[in-house]
């Protein structure tokens, strides 16, 4: 079954992402990255005063960030999907990022989904190694560049489709396997 992304907007910034959009990348993440059973992400869509309210409470910076994820421990309800956890993104930042290029932002959104969800399933780029490694995963589910799945902000060149879809072979799962 393919992950359900639950999209909640308290954005003013309306109508620019869909949930089946989302739920496809997530689908083609996830089976590359062998996730097993029904999953759930939640995704909350937001601008700077709320990621800013969330950056600070958990992990104490004042400031507005593009995306934010919150890994979930909770099992699942009897034959409901299992939480994998929290992303959120904030449209506002994406919005100066891009310009306010709205068909870029929807490019950013993916690139920022992507970066959360890959932190929901384990990636981290604390270290030269993993930053690469999330990079080159990124660039894999976005069909672009390594140089374009990590660029992120103001003077990112935007994703295109530049590159035929990697194949899915060689991943492997890190985080939660059920």
Request: proline share 6%; hydrophobic share 35%; glycine share 8%.
């Amino acid at each position: 079954m393919p992950p359900a992304v639950a999209l909640r907007t308290s954005s003013v910034r309306k109508r620019l992402v869909r949930r089946d959009t989302l739920e496809r990348l997530a689908q083609r993440i996830c089976a590359a990255e062998k996730v097993r059973g029904e999953i759930e992400i939640s995704v909350l869509l937001c601008d700077d005063d709320m990621i800013t309210a969330l950056n600070r409470r958990y992990r104490r910076k004042n400031a507005p960030t593009d995306v934010l994820s919150f890994e979930h421990d909770d099992t699942p309800m009897p034959g409901g999907p299992r939480p994998l956890g929290d992303i959120a993104i904030s449209l506002e930042t994406a919005e100066r990022n891009c310009g306010g290029d709205r068909a870029l932002m929807r490019r950013e959104v993916q690139l920022l989904f992507c970066h959360g969800l890959l932190h929901l399933l384990g990636y981290d780029h604390h270290t030269s190694r993993e930053r690469a490694q999330m990079q080159q995963k990124q660039a894999e589910y976005l069909d672009t560049t390594e140089a374009a799945a990590w660029q992120f902000g103001p003077k990112a060149p935007r994703i295109a489709r530049s590159r035929p879809a990697a194949s899915a072979g060689g991943s492997r799962r890190i985080g939660r396997g059920q």
